[in-house]
């Protein structure tokens, strides 16, 4: 009997020592569906309600290739995010109205405007947006590099170019021969659009002698003129590709003609004239410190200071603007692409390519020596001449034409996201809580 009280007592000890044990393990009680909807709150699985009067804004960052760019910031006053490896961004609970996006990569840094709509998923004003070669400023896709064309193709001179002009898919470029073999001289050299072939020199009588000057420095073109200026006060007028004419009318440092009318550099003023250069007007008010260009309407485009000033005439008066104001540095020349509405200045080692209206648009690099002349063609087409550091490279480098065309935002975040907002949903976006910041 005492055995089994002692053994009694060791089992009422187990068993108060094990439920002692895992009093806090136990097993969760299951209520019925009715109870929980009482006593436990369900937590939302969305993300909060749009705020009225926000949007959002979508797009993507790229570089001068059109690539993706990743790691870039991008904010709207207090709201930013960094872009994903594809270089997509989304910026959320915008106000609605014009805002400006900075955007911010290592230490360069661009902005773009766009207009924000409320509860609407909308993109910058220019989308893609791209990072020029130098970083600053300018936004869309550069022009691409097409082709590369030696100056000097013959054996007698030493051709370095020092301006261009092209038509009818035929490049002209001025060049001058400063170590002549036989003279110091200047000429008017002809090459195809497209490779650079059927090279001529149409400056030349009997294959050696040269009469234009070795300052011979601009030259423009029409369906029936090549016109060409020099700084010792001559004009050269090869007329329907014959011989070249002289005339002792006053020289220029460029020339530009459009319309009917030519116009030709002369100190810092721009000088309204004939092909031959005889009968000069001032343009009034007009000032330059570099090349000029001109469009099909006649209207005449100035380099003057760090700015383009044009200058529109009228049966009564002459209007002349400053058509762009910033985002130049140290321009040299200007040309007008009329078909796609842009305006290209060569500035410094850069092209920047602007709106009509002198928005800055791009920025790329030239793959120059020393760039002084730009041209475009009918199709808008660029061309730039590279004087080089000698007559073995200087050359004329060719880009395709600008596009007003915005490669399409269509990854499926993109999509998903307008259709939801274009519905009145909120889209879920699972990434927002690690990529997206408040910018202090």
Same mark, same amino acid.
């Not at 955007?103 to 989308?127: F, H, Q, W």
């Not at 762009?324 to 040299?332: A, T, Y």
């Given at each position: 009997?005492?055995?089994?009280?002692?053994?009694?007592?060791?089992?009422?000890?187990?068993?108060?020592?094990?439920? $002692?044990?895992?009093?806090?393990?136990?097993?969760?009680?299951?209520?019925?569906?009715?109870?929980?909807?009482?006593?436990?709150?369900?937590?939302?699985?969305?993300?909060?309600?749009?705020?009225?009067?926000?949007? $959002?804004?979508?797009?993507?960052?790229?570089?001068?290739?059109?690539?993706?760019?990743? !790691?870039?910031?991008?904010?709207?006053?207090?709201?930013?995010?960094?872009?994903?490896?594809?270089?997509?961004?989304?910026?959320?609970?915008?106000?609605?109205?014009?805002?400006?996006?900075?955007?911010?990569?290592?230490?360069?840094?661009?902005?773009?405007? #766009?207009?924000?709509?409320?509860?609407?998923?909308?993109?910058?004003?220019?989308?893609?947006?791209?990072?020029?070669?130098?970083?600053?400023?300018?936004?869309?896709? /550069?022009?691409?590099?097409?082709?590369?064309?030696?100056? !000097?193709?013959?054996?007698?001179?030493?051709?370095?170019?020092?301006?261009?002009?092209?038509?009818?898919?035929?490049?002209?470029?001025?060049?001058?021969?400063?170590?002549?073999?036989?003279?110091?001289?200047?000429?008017?050299?002809?090459?195809? /659009?497209?490779?650079?072939?059927?090279?001529?020199?149409?400056?030349?009588?009997?294959?050696?002698?040269?009469?234009?000057?070795?300052?011979?420095?601009?030259?423009?073109?029409?369906?029936?003129?090549?016109?060409?200026?020099?700084?010792?006060?001559?004009?050269?007028?090869?007329?329907?590709?014959?011989? #070249?004419?002289?005339?002792?009318?006053?020289?220029?440092?460029?020339?530009?003609?459009?319309?009917?009318?030519?116009?030709?550099?002369?100190?810092?003023?721009?000088?309204?004239?004939?092909?031959?250069?005889?009968?000069?007007?001032?343009?009034?008010?007009?000032?330059?410190?570099?090349?000029?260009?001109? !469009?099909?309407?006649?209207?005449?485009?100035?380099?003057?200071?760090?700015?383009?000033?044009?200058?529109?005439?009228?049966?009564?008066?002459?209007?002349?603007?400053?058509?762009?104001?910033?985002?130049?540095?140290?321009?040299?020349?200007?040309?007008?692409?009329?078909?796609?509405?842009?305006?290209?200045?060569?500035?410094?080692?850069?092209?920047?390519?602007?709106?009509?209206?002198?928005?800055?648009?791009?920025?790329?690099?030239?793959?120059?020596?020393?760039?002084?002349?730009?041209?475009? !063609?009918?199709?808008?087409?660029?061309?730039?001449?590279?004087?080089?550091?000698?007559?073995?490279?200087?050359?004329?480098?060719?880009?395709?034409?600008?596009?007003?065309?915005?490669?399409?935002?269509?990854?499926?975040?993109?999509?998903?996201?307008?259709?939801?907002?274009?519905?009145?949903?909120?889209?879920?976006?699972?990434?927002?809580?690690?990529?997206?910041?408040?910018?202090?």
């Amino acid at each position: 009997m005492k055995l089994n009280k002692i053994t009694a007592f060791f089992l009422a000890s187990a068993f108060l020592c094990f439920a $002692s044990c895992n009093k806090g393990n136990s097993s969760p009680v299951y209520y019925p569906s009715t109870q929980i909807a009482d006593s436990i709150p369900v937590q939302p699985t969305i993300a909060p309600p749009v705020v009225t009067g926000m949007g $959002s804004v979508l797009g993507r960052v790229v570089d001068p290739t059109g690539k993706g760019l990743k !790691d870039v910031a991008v904010s709207i006053k207090n709201v930013g995010i960094i872009t994903s490896f594809t270089g997509d961004f989304q910026l959320n609970n915008i106000p609605a109205g014009n805002q400006i996006i900075s955007l911010k990569y290592g230490n360069r840094e661009i902005t773009v405007g #766009v207009n924000v709509v409320a509860d609407t998923a909308v993109s910058p004003e220019l989308n893609p947006v791209q990072f020029s070669n130098n970083g600053t400023n300018g936004s869309g896709i /550069a022009n691409t590099q097409l082709q590369t064309f030696q100056v !000097d193709q013959d054996f007698l001179n030493q051709w370095q170019a020092k301006s261009v002009a092209v038509l009818n898919n035929l490049i002209y470029v001025i060049a001058t021969d400063a170590n002549g073999f036989l003279t110091q001289k200047g000429t008017i050299i002809r090459m195809d /659009a497209d490779t650079g072939k059927t090279w001529k020199d149409l400056g030349t009588k009997w294959y050696v002698r040269h009469p234009m000057d070795k300052t011979v420095a601009g030259i423009a073109v029409n369906s029936s003129n090549i016109i060409a200026v020099d700084t010792k006060g001559s004009i050269y007028n090869v007329e329907a590709n014959k011989a #070249v004419a002289t005339y002792k009318s006053g020289g220029g440092t460029d020339i530009a003609i459009g319309g009917s009318s030519v116009y030709i550099v002369n100190g810092s003023n721009v000088e309204k004239t004939d092909p031959t250069g005889q009968s000069r007007v001032a343009v009034k008010n007009l000032t330059v410190s570099g090349g000029i260009g001109a !469009d099909a309407k006649g209207n005449v485009y100035a380099v003057s200071g760090k700015t383009i000033k044009k200058a529109e005439f009228s049966s009564i008066t002459t209007n002349v603007t400053d058509v762009i104001k910033d985002g130049l540095v140290s321009p040299v020349d200007v040309a007008v692409d009329d078909k796609n509405n842009f305006i290209y200045v060569l500035d410094g080692s850069d092209i920047k390519r602007f709106s009509a209206e002198g928005v800055l648009v791009s920025t790329f690099g030239t793959s120059c020596i020393k760039p002084v002349s730009i041209a475009t !063609d009918e199709n808008g087409q660029i061309f730039v001449a590279d004087e080089g550091k000698d007559y073995k490279t200087s050359k004329i480098v060719k880009f395709a034409a600008g596009s007003n065309v915005i490669p399409q935002f269509q990854n499926q975040d993109y999509v998903k996201a307008a259709q939801s907002l274009d519905n009145g949903e909120v889209p879920l976006d699972e990434t927002a809580s690690s990529d997206e910041e408040t910018v202090q």
